[in-house]
């Protein structure tokens, strides 16, 4: 029962920032882990970034590392990503996922059980 919805994708330029929104509901966030997913034409899904919520720790792709900033707002269930210096490679379907986690490391792309339904975000070169 839980829903995300993204928002916030668009064409920029390369260089140039953009940012993410997640808006999440239907569940009690405190022990979920929340993340940042990106696909692009003829690729499989990747990580971008994740964070927990309640204690807003994040793990970053080290493609994103340094660029892009995962973030969460407790009070508005709302997931963040700000994206800087973007790439034309950053091209992508950005999907934001949740799942309810327990384990001690973060978890693989197949573990999510909650998935939004993606925002285009172009780079142009």
């Known amino acids: 029962q839980v829903q995300l919805v993204e928002s916030g994708g668009g064409l920029v330029q390369a260089g140039g920032s953009l940012r993410l929104s997640c808006a999440a509901s239907g569940g009690t966030f405190s022990t979920y882990i929340t993340a940042w997913f990106r696909q692009a034409p003829g690729k499989e899904r990747e990580f971008v970034a994740a964070i927990t919520w309640n204690g807003g720790n994040t793990n970053y792709s080290d493609s994103v590392k340094g660029r892009f900033t995962i973030s969460r707002d407790n009070g508005k269930n709302t997931l963040y990503l700000e994206m800087n210096s973007l790439k034309p490679e950053d091209t992508a379907v950005y999907y934001c996922?949740?799942?309810?986690?327990?384990?001690?490391?973060?978890?693989?792309?197949?573990?999510?059980?909650?998935w939004g339904q993606g925002t285009q975000v172009t780079v142009s070169s």
């Open positions: 996922a949740a799942r309810r986690w327990y384990g001690s490391s973060w978890p693989e792309v197949q573990r999510y059980d909650y």
